[in-house]
């Protein structure tokens, strides 16, 4: 009898491991934080709405996240921190501000602004605990991000910063 349960119970965590797997949840290793997050299924309805919102973005020649050096040649020690406060600026002040004509696109908005919701309430959990440092560099790096936003209104900047939302995955996904 109780090696049914055992079996049971192995069974049950090993189609868990399998639903999570299948799900596409990224862990991701910030030093010592752990944060799960659901590239797939965020890269999945950005590229749904990718097209519609960057022909949204009438200045091309300015970007928020690529701008020299903003996210490039981050330390690994820096990298909790600045993911911390992405995604922070994402939730306050670009989600915030993506709002369209078009239900389809404002869901998809609604999608991946609730799966950054996730990932970011573990980032903080992290960061009250000090488990995620802000070094100068990584503070310097966030002032250019935000110092890039504040230099167009706020629609186009948040447009143009939903618009470059591939940037930030394709960084995150890199730690």
């Not at 903003?70 to 406060?85: A, G, N």
Request: charged letters at 20%.
């Amino acid at each position: 009898m109780k090696g049914s349960h055992l079996f049971l119970c192995l069974f049950s965590v090993s189609c868990c491991s399998r639903l999570t797997s299948a799900l596409g949840s990224k862990v991701l290793h910030l030093g010592h934080c752990r944060v799960s997050l659901s590239s797939p299924e965020i890269r999945a309805g950005f590229n749904a709405i990718k097209a519609n919102i960057q022909a949204r973005d009438p200045i091309r020649t300015l970007s928020i996240l690529s701008h020299p050096h903003s996210l490039h040649k981050v330390k690994s020690s820096d990298r909790c921190c600045i993911t911390h406060h992405l995604l922070d600026f994402y939730m306050d002040k670009v989600f915030r501000h993506c709002k369209t004509e078009d239900p389809f696109i404002d869901r998809r908005i609604s999608s991946i602004a609730n799966s950054f919701l996730s990932a970011r309430r573990k980032l903080e959990q992290c960061h009250l605990q000090n488990q995620c440092a802000c070094g100068q560099e990584s503070r310097e790096k966030l002032t250019q991000v935000l110092a890039n936003y504040a230099a167009l209104n706020v629609t186009s900047a948040a447009i143009k910063s939903l618009g470059e939302l591939d940037i930030l995955l394709d960084w995150v996904e890199k730690s």
